[in-house]
């Protein structure tokens, strides 16, 4: 209810623009007190504590306790220098993270029939506004960064079935199961615990991301109050609900802001190119076809693809 709250509720995520970022909290706060550097300091952590397990339909990962921990950080390693351990493995550590991502990756499996290969994804990085228009291209989908999915993903479910066990207000995450021939319809926030398609039919609510997304500290907030011996009160969940459909509010517009920075920058990108030639796909998807969207080109310069329209 301070300030500071106000701000980041009115904010409601962190906006990634390829002209630069607008944190929802000051980026002081997030460097000094919240800061996950591995500078050896003990950070007080909301933490969920699995085991990693299986029974007759393989791999799982089973909730073992949610609270709050003392944890240091380690080290800080990037995606490809994880992805280069968890192929050769050089150290103890390193070792690991490989059993740990097997495990993750069965998991994985067990909900997802078939998954999508590592691929190249471009990304727009401007500076100078606009001085220097970059089109870098990064691999997405590669096992470093499945593995912190996987952790998130398991996190928010184990949360989600624990507030619905212990009668916790919560902000869930849901997805209706798409019709024969359509794709899923768009996620949603609610207070009602109901299944997420994408998530195999399990409750999910985002909760690993306080310091960019105000649903996940909400959340936090929600399960805090109750492991510290906090009750919810009528009041309380009125609030709740009020606070939900502004949040959908705001990041519906926060969304379409997004889209059209990219769009902006990629256009000027383009811009700066009058005489190249590029090859270009259409895609056509069944939302296509019924006119509820248009279709998408494609762009494919040699250093990678970038949606334009």
Same mark, same amino acid.
């Given at each position: ?6 701000? &980041? ?15 929802? @909290? ?26 990693? *397990? ?9 909730? %073992?306790?949610?609270?709050? /921990? ?11 220098? $994880?992805?280069?351990? @968890? ?10 993270? *490989? ?22 994804? /471009?990304?727009? %990085? ?11 291209? %990064?691999?997405?989908? =590669?096992? *470093? ?13 184990? $949360? ?27 996620? =949603? ?8 398609? &994408? #998530? ?27 492991? =510290?011996?906090?009750? $919810?009160?009528?009041? &309380?969940? %009125?609030?709740?609900?009020? #606070?939900? @459909? ?7 517009? *926060? ?11 990629? @256009? ?11 090859? &270009? ?6 939302? =296509?076809?019924?006119? /509820? ?17």
């Amino acid at each position: 209810g301070g300030a500071l709250d106000r701000a &980041a509720m009115r904010r409601g995520t962190a906006h990634f623009w390829p002209d630069g970022v607008i944190p929802m @909290l000051p980026a002081s706060l997030a460097e000094t007190r919240l800061s996950l550097d591995a500078d050896g300091k003990p950070r007080r952590s909301f933490t969920a504590r699995f085991r990693c *397990a299986t029974d007759d339909g393989g791999a799982k990962l089973e909730l %073992v306790r949610l609270g709050f /921990s003392n944890v240091r950080i380690a080290a800080n390693r990037t995606y490809e220098e $994880v992805d280069a351990a @968890l192929t050769s493995p050089a150290s103890a550590n390193d070792r690991r993270l *490989a059993r740990l991502w097997e495990h993750l990756a069965a998991v994985r499996r067990r909900r997802i029939a078939v998954d999508e290969p590592p691929r190249p994804e /471009s990304r727009l %990085v401007v500076t100078g506004d606009g001085a220097s228009i970059e089109l870098r291209t %990064v691999t997405v989908g =590669t096992p *470093a960064r499945r593995l912190i999915e996987e952790l998130a993903l398991a996190a928010g479910m184990a $949360v989600a079935g624990w507030a619905r066990e212990h009668e916790v207000p919560l902000v869930y995450r849901v997805q209706d199961a798409p019709a024969v021939g359509r794709r899923p319809s768009r996620a =949603t926030y609610t207070l009602t615990p109901d299944e997420h398609h &994408a #998530m195999g039919g399990a409750l999910y609510a985002h909760v690993t991301s306080p310091l960019r997304r105000y649903v996940d500290l909400l959340n936090q907030r929600q399960v805090a109050a109750r492991l =510290t011996g906090g009750r $919810v009160e009528a009041d &309380a969940q %009125v609030d709740l609900q009020r #606070m939900t @459909l502004g949040i959908r509010d705001v990041l519906d517009r *926060a969304r379409d802001l997004g889209r059209d920075a990219q769009r902006y920058w990629a @256009l000027r990108w383009l811009a700066q190119r009058p005489d190249e030639v590029f090859d &270009a796909e259409l895609r056509l998807e069944p939302q =296509t076809l019924d006119g /509820s969207r248009p279709p998408r080109a494609l762009v494919l310069p040699a250093s990678g693809r970038r949606p334009v329209a």
